[in-house]
Structures are given as structure tokens and as C-alpha cells.
DNA sequence: GATATATAAGATATATTTTGTCTTATATCG
DNA sequence: CGATATAAGACAAAATATATCTTATATATC
């Protein structure tokens, strides 16, 4: 009953990409580096956040990754299930019919509610109020006026 | 994000046993078939129940286990955290020094509000309620008048 | 006490998932 | 074209979860 370090992963590099702002573009090298990821398992990480619409990847000499969304439009939520697919605290919450008594079964009712709430919970949470405090990354993010990435500085 | 199989069929355990009432001697092998658990894996899954004080253990010729408490002081949350251990939903939330950030960061906040959260609603279950209606066995507990246990049925 | 039965305890085996790496291909820049 | 960065997926290693098996111990009954 825990997060993925895939989870966890994809949330710090939305993370670093946020603190840049929407569709700045950042290396995988220099997000790999600053959140204390493996470049390569960032990458497949990248590829679901892609498929999700969450940030673009860009190839090529000078490519890398940017926000397509504002990060007050971005969730908890939808980074994390863009990752680990959707949250299931049990296995009858995502697939009732794994279990003949889920109909009748008043503790998964109560996984249920569980689950719901813990949605709700990683949904009120944006990534423009996350990455507007110091947070998450382990090498934190050089200050800057904001506007212009650190690009020279990997 | 998920509970284990064991976690779940420690449940199914409980509720086996929360129907027939505290104190009341049901064999494992009876248990096992009702609640669809295999015996050896559901003898691991009692020991760790019983080492949380939450059932007993019978050894010998008609051993079986035992709830020690009445089913409505038994919450889901002890079930739980007795076979899977502490719930935490992110490394950081049972081990804040497992990330050098999680002082500062706004992440690990969210982290630790949602895993309070769950940790509540499984708490508030118990298994009075629970047992209460149609629940959780696979196959469905026999009718009795409540105070005998249906021994002899096997 | 002997025998049968049921669980204890822990070793072992299997399966699954997670984590991480490596290789080859492709795109872009200069 | 050559250098560089990511894509994509195969592959490997590690960790975890699931299940079984074996030997020991406790209890009831005869
Ligand atoms: S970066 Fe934040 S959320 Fe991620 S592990 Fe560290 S403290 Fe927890
Ligand atoms: S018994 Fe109830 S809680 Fe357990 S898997 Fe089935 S529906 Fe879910």
C-alpha cells in the first residue's frame, strides 16, 4: 500500500518542470540530475506523462521536456495515474467482478469510500501551489527570475 | 497502491470469526474453505493477527482461533496494519528521513494529510458493522442462531 | 501413555512486480 | 554530415508477494 518510485519520480519531474513554468523546455539530463533519478528509467517515466498530455517530449540535439498545461491546471492526481494507472486501494475497487461478493461485501464499500476520498485528496492538490514553496526536489532549484531556464548550467 | 492478498484475506479472517462472535473456537481448515484463503498462507496470516492481540490460537487435536475482543472494539485499521504492517502511502510518510526533503516539501505534506485521512476511514469500520450484513466471505456464512458455533460441518 | 489431529514455525519455492540498464533507432541542431 | 538528445523496447536484476512443504509441538481422546 504505497506509492511506486515510479509514482514518486514522475511526480518530482513534473515538479521541476513546473517550478520553470508552462512550456519551458528542460533537458531529461538536468531534470534527471536535480530530482535524483536514473536518466534512462526517467525517460520510460516521461513517455506515460507524454501519453497522458501532461508535457511534451521533444527530441533532437537540443530536446527535452515541457509543461503542455499550466501547472494550476495539473493535479496529484492526474500525474500520479498517469504513472501507476488508476488508484485501486483494493483489488475489488478497480475490478468488482474479481470478487464474487462485491455486491453484497460492506468492506468493500468501505474501500470505496477510502479510495474516493484518497482521489479527492491528491486532486485538490495543483502543482502551482506545490512548486510555489521550496518542496520535493533533492537538489533544489536555483532561483531565477523565472522566466529563463538555467539552460547553460546542467 | 494496493493491499496485499494477505491483508485481504486477514480481513476475511476476522469477519470470519467477528460472525461467530468473540471467544468463540473456529478451526483454521474451516476458515480457510469458507473465506477462500489457502490454509498454510492463512496460518501466517494468524500469526501475525494474533501477535497484535487481535485473535487467539488454539493448538492441538480441536485447536482453531479465537477472537479476543468483541468484533465491535475490532477496526478495520488494526486488521490491517497487524498483517501489512504501518499504512503508508509514500516512503516518506512512515520515514520522513528516507528523503533528505521531506522537511520542506509541500508533496510530503499532502502525502501525509491523505494517508491520516485513510488511516481514519479504515479506522471508524469495525467489525460489528461490518459483520452485521451479507459480507466479504466468498461463500456466505450458514444461518445459525448466533451463539453456536456449526462445528461439526467441516 | 499412545495415537490422531490441528496448529507453530520457519524454510523453501514460485510468481509477480518493480526497478534499473542497455541497445538500436530516430529526430534535431549546427 | 556529425554530434547530441530522446524513443522504444528488450533485457536484467532486485524486491516483494504468494503459496507450499517440512518438522516440531500441543491437545484431545482412547
Ligand atoms: S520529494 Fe517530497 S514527496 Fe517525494 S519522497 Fe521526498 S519528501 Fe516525499
Ligand atoms: S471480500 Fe469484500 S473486500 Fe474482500 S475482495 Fe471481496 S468484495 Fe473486496
Redesign the pocket.
Known sequence: ??L??????GIRCVLDLARHGKGILV?????AVRTD?????L??I??QL?RAGIIE?????????RLLSDPSEITLLAVIEAV?GEISLNDCVGRPESCDNSALCTVHRVWNKANRQLRETLQEADFATLAAEDACCLTPFPKTDGRNPPSGK?
Open positions: 500500500m504505497r511506486t518510485r515510479a509514482g514518486e519520480y533537458s531529461r539530463k538536468e531534470i533519478v536514473p536518466p534512462h528509467f525517460a520510460k516521461a513517455q507524454a517530449i521533444l527530441q533532437g540535439a537540443s530536446g527535452g521536456y501507476i546542467k
